[in-house]
C-alpha cells in the first residue's frame, strides 16, 4: 500500500528511529533529522509491529482490589497469631475482654502504665497497689487482679483500656465491664 501521507510528529519520530536502526547506511549515532513535511511511505502489513495482538486486555473485576486483599490478609494473619497467643497466657493475663495487639513492648504493665499517666503511685506489683477511687476518668489506671492498665475511653459500662504485658511483648486494647476492675488510681 502506497500513498501520500502527512504524519503527525510522533509517527515520524518513530519511523526516524526505525530508520535509524533498520538502514545499515545510517549510524545510530547520529543525531536523526527531521523528515520532510510530505514523504512517500511505503509500509507492508508484514512490516507493522502487532502491538494491538500482543497489549495484553485490561479486565474489571468486581471485588477487592490487590492492595485490599493484601490488607485483609495481613489482618488475618494477625488474629491466627494472636488466637495462638491467646493459648500462652502472659504473666498479666486476667482472662476479661478480648486482646486487640496494638503495638510491642516488653514492659511491666506497672511501669508501663506509669510511664503513660505519669502516676508514681504505680510502682511495683500491681496485686498490692491499693485504689484510691472508683470513680473510672480518662488516664487514670485501672486495678484488675494482679494487673494495671490505662483507661483511654469509657463506652457505657464498659472501660477500653490500654495496657502492656497483658500478652507477653505487646500492648494491647481491651474493653473490659466496670464491675471487673478493683478500682482506679488517679
Not at 510511664?115 to 485501672?142: F, L
Amino acid at each position: 500500500m502506497t500513498e501520500l501521507v502527512k504524519p503527525p510528529s510522533m509517527l515520524l519520530a518513530m519511523l526516524a528511529t526505525l530508520l535509524a536502526i533498520n538502514t545499515p547506511r545510517i549510524k545510530a549515532t547520529e543525531p536523526v533529522v527531521e523528515p520532510r513535511k510530505h514523504l512517500k511511505i511505503t509500509i507492508s502489513n508484514s512490516s507493522l509491529p502487532r502491538i494491538a495482538l500482543d497489549r495484553p486486555k485490561v479486565e474489571i473485576r468486581p471485588g477487592e482490589s490487590e492492595i485490599q486483599r493484601r490488607e485483609r490478609e495481613e489482618k488475618e494473619r494477625k488474629e491466627a497469631e494472636l488466637k495462638k497467643k491467646l493459648g500462652y497466657r502472659g504473666s498479666s493475663f486476667t482472662g476479661v475482654g478480648v486482646p486487640k495487639i496494638i503495638g510491642q513492648s516488653y514492659e511491666q504493665c506497672t511501669i508501663y502504665a506509669r510511664r503513660v499517666t505519669g502516676n508514681s503511685r504505680i510502682k511495683g506489683y500491681a496485686g498490692n497497689i491499693a485504689p484510691n477511687s472508683q470513680e473510672p476518668r480518662i488516664g487514670s489506671g485501672v486495678l484488675e487482679k494482679g494487673h494495671v492498665s490505662v483507661l483511654v475511653a469509657l463506652e457505657g459500662n464498659l472501660l477500653v483500656v490500654h495496657e502492656a504485658n497483658y500478652l507477653r511483648g505487646y500492648i494491647t486494647e481491651r474493653k473490659i465491664p466496670i464491675s471487673a476492675v478493683r478500682g482506679f488510681v488517679n
